[in-house]
Nanobody, 125 residues
């Protein structure tokens, strides 16, 4: 089992920045060959993929809506994935959930094996 705990959500004005973090525990990521990423769900909308990276950093995917504004990165020593979100827009308002699975491709196309509880991001206009 893998436990995922998010942090870093909050309220920010349009054009501002936030940094989300997701700490993984339960199984050592390096030996499990995991990938981690983020999905989000806005009120009244379906959950959508945001970004994902393989733990080695060799594969990274972003949703078109966040390319050039969001950057996903890893902290190997802390088993933590971060997502720096810049130039935030009101349409980025959502609950952001951390996700983990075997590969970046499977997380993006089939969904993850593990979910975090989610953290709220609200962008005011």
């Amino acid at each position: 089992q893998v436990q995922l705990v998010e942090s870093g959500g909050g309220l920010v004005q349009a054009g501002g920045s936030l940094r989300l973090s997701c700490a993984a525990s339960g199984r050592t990521i390096n030996t499990y060959h995991m990938a981690m990423g983020w999905f989000r769900q806005a009120p009244g909308k379906e959950r959508e993929f945001v970004a994902v990276m393989s733990w080695s950093g060799g594969t990274t995917y972003y949703a078109d809506s966040v390319k050039g504004r969001f950057t996903i990165s890893e902290d190997n020593a802390e088993n933590t994935v971060h997502m720096q979100m810049n130039s935030l827009k009101p349409e980025d308002t959502a609950v952001y959930c951390c996700a983990a699975g075997t590969t970046a491709t499977t997380i993006r196309t089939q969904g993850p094996d593990y979910w975090g509880q989610g953290t709220q991001v609200t962008v005011s206009s």
